[in-house]
């Protein structure tokens, strides 16, 4: 069983950056790929970011790309998600998830374990 702890969510400004962080436990994260989702108000959970388990592959959508990187550091068993140029669409709780998968293809979907979120809220 894999538990997930995002943290680093907040408020920032129209034009900011801000990291967000999962800490992962309870499994080998190397086994893992993982990825990022958001769920702003009113909106359906919109994937993000995906990373392969070893950081061979990155995957973003055309909503973020240019604006987001996910990375990965296996020693401290943590992803993380760099989000710069911020705009208040981005305004949304922010999960981070894991797939026991250890190919390269990146899932914007069907993730096995997911983290509590954390908000990201950026004013205009």
């Known amino acids: 069983q894999v538990q997930l702890v995002e943290s680093g969510g907040g408020l920032v400004q129209a034009g900011g950056s801000l990291r967000v962080s999962c800490a992962a436990s309870?499994?080998?994260?190397?086994?893992?790929?993982m990825g990022w989702f958001r769920q702003g108000p009113g909106k359906e959970r919109e994937f993000v970011a995906g990373i392969s388990w070893n950081g061979g592959t990155i995957y973003y959508p055309d909503s973020v790309k240019g604006r987001f990187t996910i990375s990965r550091d296996t020693m401290k068993n943590t992803v993380y998600l760099q989000m710069n140029s911020l705009q208040p669409e981005d305004t949304a709780v922010y999960y981070c998830?894991?797939?026991?998968?250890?190919?390269?293809?990146?899932?914007?979907?069907?993730?096995?374990?997911w983290g509590q979120g954390t908000q990201v809220t950026v004013s205009s």
């Open positions: 998830a894991a797939k026991y998968y250890s190919g390269q293809y990146i899932y914007t979907g069907q993730y096995d374990y």
């Open positions: 309870g499994g080998t994260f190397r086994r893992y790929a």
